[in-house]
């Protein structure tokens, strides 16, 4: 046939290599017919679930826009014009916290009503406008989630809670949650909801009618102050030195009984955070018994008592209060002063410095 075999070779490995490009091009055309057959199957409904803020979701019943959609128009500030926040900023009501709050009403799982909170609750904290809209009915609904089964619920409701605690025209609404606040803080022993409850109460201006379940509560904040969660310990002592300012709570406070290593509150080891606070609660319940109304009346107080542990005859604070002035911390020191110079000089008397005397149970000898 006038062709050499190593030229037949040649041109049988040509159509091999010919056949396999062919075969690998088809391929890749099916894998590319198969992807954008994918692409432009309808995405699903969109239902009540949790939504993010960040882009606009359509109304119940309508179909989200396919992802080959084109992109949200830009506007002069840089954004997507779909952006809740960017709506919110251009002073448009995006709609979205609205969503959130009907689809709260609906009957939902736990872990759906656990999400919806945690989104309102970012709501409320970006969407100033919408979420100052807002209504005491939809305080009242965040509200009820507090006695869903689940803690999770609860500690979100809580968050969402301390959230529009932010907003002035709303204090008043959540401030009649708080005895029920107070009953899951000193009935659950869960440090997440502790802290979340914590937080709330310390947001408020607790008024007069809640003080009778404080003294009751009294007792088991004292038992979270002394746990080992620094931040429950935080809050819960945060919340104890705004109590120890009111004068008819301040005795209840004084009598509540201690563990015996109580004072291992004030060891320098602790965090500084939470030596501050204890350093700031020791302050403030020196300063209320000195007052002359305190002291008008002789008290009496139970051995294991927190009176007896902090300013007894056998209490070591003085020495762990000489121990924080040189604390690596700028801040502890000068609150320990503070601690030391009010066991001194009690308020009522400041004014004369020649009436200050030491005080027989910390500073022998003039220390």
């Not at 954004?79 to 960017?86: F, N, R, S, T, V």
């Not at 604070?317 to 000089?345: F, G, M, N, T, Y």
């Amino acid at each position: 046939m006038g062709v050499s075999i190593p030229q037949c070779v040649k041109k049988l490995d040509f159509r091999k290599t010919i056949v396999g490009l062919a075969t690998g091009a088809g391929a890749i055309y099916l894998l590319y017919k198969a992807i954008r057959a994918g692409i432009r199957c309808h995405p699903p409904l969109c239902s009540n679930s949790p939504v993010c803020i960040a882009r606009e979701c359509p109304d119940p019943g309508e179909r989200a826009l396919p992802q080959e959609a084109p992109a949200p128009e830009v506007s002069s500030v840089g954004g997507p014009k779909g952006l809740a926040i960017e709506r919110e900023r251009h002073g448009r009501d995006s709609g979205e916290l609205r969503r959130l709050l009907n689809s709260l009403e609906c009957k939902q799982d736990q872990f759906t009503k656990g999400m919806i909170l945690h989104s309102i609750t970012r709501c409320v904290y970006l969407l100033e406008n919408e979420a100052s809209a807002c209504t005491a009915e939809d305080i009242d609904l965040v509200g009820s989630m507090l006695d869903d089964m689940d803690n999770s619920v609860k500690i979100q409701a809580l968050n969402t809670l301390k959230a529009f605690s932010g907003i002035r025209k709303f204090r008043l609404k959540i401030q009649e949650h708080s005895i029920k606040v107070l009953e899951l803080v000193s009935t659950i022993w869960d440090s997440e909801l502790h802290i979340a409850g914590l937080r709330l109460l310390n947001n408020l201006p607790l008024p007069d009618f809640v003080h009778p379940q404080l003294r009751r509560v009294m007792p088991a904040l004292m038992e979270i102050l002394q746990s080992d969660y620094i931040l429950a310990q935080v809050q819960a002592i945060r919340l104890l030195s705004t109590l120890a300012q009111k004068q008819d709570l301040l005795y209840d406070i004084l009598n509540c009984q201690v563990h015996p290593n109580f004072l291992h509150l004030f060891q320098s080891s602790q965090p500084g955070s939470l030596l501050v606070e204890a350093l700031v609660f020791a302050e403030r319940l020196s300063e209320g018994r000195n007052t002359p109304h305190y002291r008008a009346v002789k008290w009496h107080y139970n051995e294991q008592s927190l009176h007896e542990a902090l300013f007894g005859d056998e209490s070591r604070l003085a020495d762990r209060l000489l121990a924080l002035v040189i604390h690596p911390e700028e801040e502890v020191q000068i609150q320990a002063c503070k601690v030391i110079v009010s066991l001194q000089c009690p308020p009522d008397v400041s004014v004369r410095p020649s009436s200050c005397q030491p005080s027989h149970s910390y500073f022998h000898n003039g220390e």
